[in-house]
């Protein structure tokens, strides 16, 4: 009895042990205590199997010991095994800093740590831009107008965004800019996303374009001439990097630039013959100078020994001789400025290399550490944006539009769309919202730049496709009314741009994650890169101590086992919990993945996506919990985080046994499955209860609605474009007057007290009057209300030729 107590003690203490990654000594400790006992007290086989035991551990687990017989052959084992990283690929992993992501790959996330990425909101300057300027901005627009009869935005709307600073939102203001937080620039593009032009042309400057590059690494007198003319729009700018055959794979470039000597204003200099073509540049069009990336090359040795110099950017004036720009590509759905720019044999001087001939060859790491705060900012936040419009129209006009004697908001087939959209929304805010904040705090999210970029713009395709599900006629038919079908066609753009959906959920997320974000595998390659046995053995036996870690927490708190401690509420604890837990699956699961595929893993994309599909909805479930803690909750609210936290859950475990179901080692893919879920899956798709709440709270006027469509454009001001969310808003605080009425009408006419005649809601409205059902004043109320809501339902007609573009072509059917 006593060797079999024993031995459970000796268990549940390295389980202890293991699962607070303690290292060798206590475990040393803990057998070599527990079988001295055995040995005094009678339990001799015990006492010798624990002593065994702790030989063991000390032999593999002392540096002293083991770095003289295991550590050398684990190191050449590794050397072999060990992908190779290229300068390329080594540039874009020490590009952007580690962070939260990091948190999550160690599977022992400290949620401390995130707290202490404290959120100031913004300031009173930048509040009163997005309140002010930027609804002004939004009040210029129609998307009609805009996408077919300017296919731009209007005149004076680019003359607002340059006189009041829109292009120089990062630009510090010693140059003339605005100096905003990364926070106060979501902040204004969610509000412009009403408008997917708008939102882009002011994006892209403000995150893509050479303002970025030129802050961080251009020379003082670049920076003294340009700055302050991108912050007041004298200058538009554009940035050339993709062409014909280099998209996502941007390290491919074809576009050269060759060292030689040439003629610029009238003497010869020491300078760059370049011949490129660049396509999909947006702002390319009507830009001013054009950033240019390309392939540097000094065949003659003019710089030094040499030849192949690497990617480098140059900033390039409109006007430079042998540079082809002006026309138009035409993106879908949305008529904002993207072009080609071509250019054969034009000839710059190395000074307007960005940051001078000093940096040639530079151009890759600019480029990935520019991106990596751009990628967090730009489309996130329009996706985030379209998230806030989409609940406005969506629970807008699902409470007016009324069928079977009832709104369709009330209808449950309705009301699961419209709970999508409200949670996808409120996880988008969120994730755009805290992550900004992290990047004010100095941090440059590699990894999670790609998380945002793919699952936000992903969740903006559901949200508008929700959106047009519930409008139904209303929003296929085109035309200055339709507030939602040109967002809806254009959303191609943004799954495409900035590093294809495809990609980045297949290769960048859990590719670049791996190995940047991991607490060991950089320095585990760095000791080999420089065979260092001492910093291997550190890393190596680091990362050991890591996977047995995870292994024990995951496997016990499935179990249900010491649940982690979590600085949260009731509401968000149980959930902050289930990440820490997913978090130990998940980083045992990748270490695992690794181990068994090696460099293969690259190839195997489908599994990569699925390690990242569980690394992005972890990162968004934290951001989601950050954000309840930091606000004040309010009515319904609890229901909206239940239903978003347990979908981004659903979907981690789902990734999980997708993961499991085609690991090629089934053997492991068994034992990672029991020890990841060894009760099975916890979660499932929300409840219906939490779907009928949120449709309700986002179809009314609540307080959910309104903290779901604040920071939007909805007011409507005098010479402003007509704005539907502002009517709807109207409408919903009418519609709790408005709907007994209905209720009245309709009982009195279903019972033949209101003529049969009566069809439609105006004749009805009239006869409850006349017959004394209701009184005048609500049947003054009525007739204003139905007037206002049939113009909400009603849709644009056009003359029968009104789409040909060759009138002459037209066949006049009827004639």
């Known amino acids: 009895m006593l060797e079999l107590l024993l031995i459970i003690v000796a268990l549940a203490g390295l389980v202890w042990v293991m699962r607070r990654e303690a290292g060798a000594l206590p475990a040393l400790g803990v057998l070599a205590v527990l079988g001295l006992i055995g040995v005094v007290f009678g339990a001799v086989t015990a006492g010798i199997l624990l002593w065994l035991g702790a030989a063991a551990v000390a032999a593999c687990g002392l540096p002293t010991l083991r770095r003289r017989w295991l550590t050398p052959r684990l190191f050449a084992a590794f050397d072999k095994a060990a992908p190779k990283v290229s300068e390329t690929e080594r540039t874009a992993l020490e590009a952007g800093s580690v962070a939260w992501d990091g948190e999550l790959f160690s599977g022992r996330p400290q949620w401390?740590?995130?707290?202490?990425?404290?959120?100031?909101?913004?300031?009173?300057?930048?509040?009163?831009?997005?309140?002010?300027?930027?609804?002004?901005?939004?009040?210029?627009?129609?998307?009609?107008?805009?996408?077919?009869?300017?296919?731009?935005?209007?005149?004076?709307?680019?003359?607002?965004?340059?006189?009041?600073?829109?292009?120089?939102?990062?630009?510090?203001?010693?140059?003339?800019?605005?100096?905003?937080?990364?926070?106060?620039?979501?902040?204004?593009?969610?509000?412009?996303?009403?408008?997917?032009?708008?939102?882009?042309?002011?994006?892209?400057?403000?995150?893509?374009?050479?303002?970025?590059?030129?802050?961080?690494?251009?020379?003082?007198?670049?920076?003294?001439?340009?700055?302050?003319?991108?912050?007041?729009?004298?200058?538009?700018?554009?940035?050339?990097?993709?062409?014909?055959?280099?998209?996502?794979?941007?390290?491919?470039?074809?576009?050269?630039?060759?060292?030689?000597?040439?003629?610029?204003?009238?003497?010869?200099?020491?300078?760059?013959?370049?011949?490129?073509?660049?396509?999909?540049?947006?702002?390319?069009?009507?830009?001013?100078?054009v950033g240019l990336a390309f392939r540097m090359f000094d065949p003659d040795g003019l710089l030094g020994d040499t030849s192949d110099l690497g990617i480098t950017c140059a900033l390039i004036p409109r006007d430079t001789p042998g540079m082809d720009i002006g026309r138009r590509h035409h993106p879908i759905g949305s008529p904002f400025m993207n072009g080609p720019i071509r250019g054969k044999d034009v000839f710059i001087p190395l000074e307007w290399i960005i940051g001078g001939p000093d940096m040639a060859g530079q151009g890759w790491r600019m480029l990935v550490e520019c991106l990596s705060v751009g990628r967090c900012i730009t489309l996130p936040s329009g996706a985030s944006g379209i998230g806030r419009y989409a609940v406005g129209w969506a629970g807008g006009f699902t409470r007016i539009r009324r069928q079977f004697n009832l709104p369709v908001a009330d209808m449950e087939g309705v009301q699961e769309p419209l709970a999508r959209?409200?949670?996808?929304?409120?996880?988008?805010?969120?994730?755009?919202?805290?992550?900004?904040?992290?990047?004010?705090?100095?941090?440059?999210?590699?990894?999670?730049?790609?998380?945002?970029?793919?699952?936000l713009t992903e969740f903006q395709r559901s949200m508008l496709a929700d959106a047009m599900d519930v409008h139904g006629g209303r929003t296929v038919t085109l035309g200055p009314r339709n507030y939602l079908g040109i967002a809806y066609s254009a959303n191609p753009v943004s799954i495409t741009v900035e590093g294809a959906n495809i990609m980045t959920r297949n290769l960048m997320i859990f590719g670049q994650g791996a190995i940047r974000c991991h607490p060991y595998v950089l320095d585990e390659l760095a000791a080999k890169d420089d065979n260092d046995l001492a910093a291997f053995d550190k890393a190596i036996f680091g990362h050991a101590g890591m996977v047995f870690g995870n292994a024990t927490r995951a496997f016990t708190q499935g179990l249900g086992i010491g649940k982690s401690r979590v600085p949260f509420d009731e509401v968000a604890a149980p959930y902050a919990q289930e990440v820490s837990r997913l978090a130990s699956a998940f980083g045992l699961c990748a270490d695992a993945a690794m181990a068994s595929l090696g460099s293969g893993l690259k190839k195997r994309e489908m599994l990569s996506a699925r390690l990242g599909d569980v690394l992005s909805n972890l990162y968004l479930a934290s951001m989601l919990i950050k954000q309840w803690h930091e606000s004040e909750s309010v009515e319904h609210e609890a229901a909206l985080m239940h239903y978003s936290c347990r979908t981004l859950l659903y979907r981690a475990e789902q990734a999980f046994t997708e993961l499991f179901d085609n690991l090629p080692n089934r053997a492991l893919a068994m034992t990672l499955s029991a020890v990841a879920l060894p009760l099975g899956r916890r979660w499932h798709k929300p409840q219906d209860r939490f779907t009928r709440d949120i449709a309700r709270a986002i179809s009314t006027d609540s307080a959910l609605r309104h903290k779901l469509t604040a920071d939007t454009w909805n007011t409507q001001e005098a010479g402003q474009r007509d704005n539907p969310l502002a009517r709807y808003n109207t409408l919903l605080a009418d519609s709790e007057r408005a709907e007994p009425l209905y209720r009245r009408i309709a009982k009195a006419y279903s019972q033949g007290e209101l003529p049969a005649e009566a069809l439609h809601p105006e004749q009805r409205v009239e006869a409850a009057w006349e017959a004394g059902l209701i009184e005048e004043d609500d049947a003054i109320f009525m007739r204003r209300f139905e007037r206002e809501v049939l113009d909400m339902l009603s849709v644009d007609d056009f003359a029968f030729d009104a789409f040909a573009t060759d009138k002459d072509r037209v066949v006049w059917h009827t004639t």
């Not at 007198?221 to 794979?249: M, V, W």
């Not at 959209?421 to 999210?445: C, F, L, S, W």
């Open 112 to 289: 401390q740590r995130l707290l202490d990425f404290r959120n100031a909101g913004l300031s009173e300057e930048e509040r009163a831009f997005v309140d002010h300027q930027c609804s002004v901005a939004a009040g210029m627009c129609n998307a009609w107008e805009i996408a077919r009869e300017r296919a731009d935005l209007p005149p004076e709307l680019w003359e607002y965004l340059k006189r009041e600073g829109f292009f120089g939102m990062i630009i510090p203001k010693r140059y003339g800019g605005l100096e905003f937080s990364a926070k106060a620039q979501s902040a204004v593009l969610q509000k412009l996303a009403v408008n997917e032009t708008l939102m882009v042309t002011v994006g892209v400057p403000n995150s893509l374009g050479p303002g970025e590059l030129l802050l961080k690494y251009g020379t003082e007198e670049q920076k003294n001439h340009y700055l302050p003319r991108l912050a007041d729009g004298r200058e538009i700018p554009c940035f050339g990097l993709t062409g014909p055959r280099a998209g996502s794979d941007a390290t491919s470039l074809p576009d050269v630039g060759i060292v030689c000597r040439g003629q610029h204003n009238g003497q010869e200099v020491l300078g760059l013959k370049l011949t490129f073509e660049k396509r999909w540049i947006t702002l390319a069009p009507i830009a001013t100078v």
């Open 421 to 455: 959209i409200a949670a996808h929304a409120y996880i988008a805010q969120a994730a755009v919202m805290q992550t900004a904040n992290t990047i004010d705090h100095g941090v440059k999210p590699a990894v999670p730049s790609a998380i945002l970029k793919s699952q």
